[in-house]
């Protein structure tokens, strides 16, 4: 049985975590799999009950943390060489940038006979300035060139990671989106959506509008605060913003609500009725997507957003803008409506069409499940994966 050693930078709420959990899962018996994780910012919620829901106990390497830190980095190279040396893998698949930093210098150091890496996103576009970023980019071409495959999650970002950022040839890249279980997200909706509403005093006439995920710099919130102060002096509804999770930017972003003169609360906190509630992490983001009418989101850069395909299952209507591989993942005019990123204007009118006409929004949301339950199914991703493997390992 082949071995797999499965390397993730750390076990936060998204994509490469259910992405790297999955396939740890599904892919047995066929492949024998250990996960191997780094340590989670503290301004991240804890997502590893992510894995262990699953029946997976990872291994953490503490070591293996997000800034770059030249001992600890050193530290962590160490460790993967260790685990690489007792566990002898046929396959070492690292996903996303700082574990495919460390974990394919240690495989290609230790003649590993296949390594893979997953870019879930890239750090190329809106993060870091011109110089790092060209930093990064050397970086990511000398690890191409240590890796037998590389996996790009949508035809987008095969085509930034080819002929934008010139990462690697085509022959060297395998589109291969991410897959999920979405059972929960179409399950007992109407069940959940009387219990958040009325968990966050929702009256029948308010409509609700969420933006799920980490409150840093490259998602945006700025712009989310800004469509729904327009909202409330343009569109004559009642309007309820959620601002679902937490991060670095919480204050700066709570101190943009005082600047827009937008009502704003805690729920931690303080149980209020606000124009904007702040809810920090909810796990069970199907009961969150229950109760909301329309789902944003609103970032600089992404690669493939768990949230908006976890809304489409939910049946709910999106407005985006458009960056990345979000075209991708949803349906544009037919489950949601994407935005011009460098121009707020066509954000705040797109996202003004869906609060007033309820019809579209029905329309939309009706879509959204058919679509993603064909594409981001998680046996789609395991069968994909282990033909992949197979390809390589035959090689």
């Known amino acids: ?10 076990f936060n709420l998204g994509g490469p975590t259910y992405n ?141 990671l080819v002929l934008k950022y010139k990462i690697c040839p085509e022959e060297k890249v395998a589109v291969i989106p991410l897959g999920f279980d979405l059972t929960r997200f179409h399950e007992n909706m109407d069940e959940k959506r009387l219990k958040f509403r009325n968990d966050y005093l929702l009256s029948d006439d308010e409509i609700a509008i969420g933006i799920v995920g980490r409150i840093v710099p490259i998602k945006n919130h700025g712009l989310f605060l800004e469509g729904i102060k327009h909202l409330s002096e343009k569109s004559g509804k009642k309007i309820r913003a959620f601002i679902v999770g937490d991060g670095e930017d919480r204050i700066k972003i709570r101190s943009k609500c005082n600047s827009l003169g937008l009502d704003w609360v805690d729920f931690t906190k303080e149980k209020r009725k606000a124009t904007v509630t702040f809810t920090s992490w909810i796990k069970n983001v199907d ?57 707020r204007n066509d954000y705040y009118n797109k996202l003004m ?18 679509f993603v339950n064909e594409k981001f199914s998680y046996n789609r991703l395991a069968k994909d994966m282990k033909n992949l493997y197979n390809d390589l390992l035959s090689q």
């Open 1 to 10: 049985m082949p071995r797999v050693l499965r390397i993730i930078n750390r």
């Open 20 to 160: 790297a959990s999955y396939l740890t899962k599904y892919l047995a018996p066929e492949f024998e799999t250990l996960l191997v994780g780094g340590k989670n910012d503290d301004t991240e919620e804890n997502s590893e009950f992510i894995v262990t829901s699953l029946g997976i106990d990872p291994l953490i390497i503490p070591e293996m943390q997000r800034p770059i830190n030249f001992y600890k980095d050193a530290l962590a190279v160490r460790k993967i060489s260790e685990i690489i040396k007792e566990f002898k893998p046929d396959i070492v698949h690292t996903h996303a940038s700082k574990a495919g930093a460390l974990g394919r210098r240690a495989a290609y150091n230790l003649k590993v006979p296949v390594i893979i890496h997953t870019f879930h996103g890239h750090v190329f576009d809106s993060y870091f300035s011109g110089i790092r970023s060209a930093l990064y980019q050397h970086i990511e071409r000398n690890l191409a060139k240590k890796s037998s495959k590389i996996i790009a999650l949508s035809k987008i970002q095969k085509h930034d």
């Open 287 to 343: 009961y969150v997507n229950a109760g909301m009418d329309i789902i944003s989101l609103t970032s600089l850069n992404e690669g493939t957003p768990v949230s908006l395909i976890e809304a489409q299952a939910s049946g709910k209507p999106i407005i985006s803008t458009d960056v990345g591989g979000i075209e991708n993942i949803l349906l544009p005019g037919q489950t949601g409506l994407l935005a011009d990123i460098n121009n």
């Open 353 to 370: 069409e869906l609060v007033q006409d309820e019809e579209l929004r029905k329309k939309f949301g009706s879509k959204g499940w058919d």
